[in-house]
């Protein structure tokens, strides 16, 4: 079946304008998850969506970023103001919801590169 | 707090000798722990991974790991390895605990080259 679907592939953008990232998870899945991965950071938990609902946004580098799900399904990761710091590839992962003690396996997209000039 | 180590940043091993990527990870309570790879310009595909059970983890493209509690490793490992398995290895381990679901912290990466 089709797996995590993410877009753009790539985005380059000036510094200041705001980006939308975004991720058509696997069908089915509820569990929905957002990392950054940078040259100086590696991998990093940005947001977790469980449904439409964000219980953890603790990973967000500001209140620049913000993300939304909308209908159980797509997401939305946008980032506002853009700095070049922001530049790394953004991935989404999707999961099945979690039953009590099971670990679901993440599936992650390939990622949208985004370059802030 | 959960977290891994990845002690190398890159690993080179001949085409058709065994290999093995280290990792070692610290938690609190019992360790879900995961392997996933990464090839150019692609996002990360699932390898394997350990919930409980048996420390030996068999996983796709002829990959296993071994969980070893006492030295809290999760080393992965392939008896032959290909050219085609050059790539960038992650560990990861869940911090499930903190939240109940599944969050994951990853290490910083193994690059493995596999020379003809």
């Known amino acids: 079946g089709a797996g995590v679907s993410q877009s753009p592939s790539n985005k380059v953008t000036e510094k200041g304008k705001d980006v939308e990232l975004r991720c058509d998870p696997i069908?089915?899945?509820?569990?929905l998850y957002w990392y950054r991965q940078s040259l100086g950071q590696g991998l990093e938990f940005l947001i977790y969506?469980?449904?439409?609902?964000?219980?953890?946004k603790s990973g967000l580098p500001s209140d620049r970023f913000s993300a939304e799900r909308t209908g159980g399904s797509v997401s939305t990761l946008t980032i506002q103001r853009t700095q070049q710091e922001d530049s790394a590839v953004y991935l989404c992962?999707?999961?099945?919801?979690?039953?009590?003690?099971?670990?679901?396996?993440?599936?992650f997209g390939p990622g949208t590169r985004l370059l802030v000039l | 707090a959960q977290s891994v180590a990845q002690p190398e940043d890159q690993v080179n091993v001949a085409e058709g000798n065994p290999l093995t990527v280290k990792c070692t990870y610290s938690?609190?309570?019992?360790?879900?722990l995961f392997w996933y790879v990464q090839y150019p310009n692609r996002g990360l595909q699932f390898l394997l991974k350990?919930?409980?059970?048996?420390?030996l983890v068999k996983g796709s493209y002829g990959f296993e790991a071994e969980f070893n509690k006492s030295q809290t490793s999760f080393h992965l490992k392939k008896p032959s390895a290909l050219v085609s398995d050059s790539a960038l290895y992650f560990c990861?381990?869940?911090?499930?605990?903190?939240?109940?679901?599944?969050?994951?912290?990853f290490g910083a990466g193994t690059r493995l080259a596999v020379h003809p």
């Open positions: 992962a999707s999961s099945l919801a979690l039953g009590q003690g099971m670990q679901e396996t993440q599936y």
């Open positions: 069908s089915g899945h509820t569990a």
């Open positions: 969506f469980q449904g439409n609902s964000a219980p953890d």
């Open positions: 938690v609190s309570g019992n360790p879900y």
């Open positions: 350990y919930i409980t059970g048996d420390n």
């Open positions: 990861a381990v869940s911090d499930f605990f903190s939240g109940g679901y599944n969050k994951l912290i």
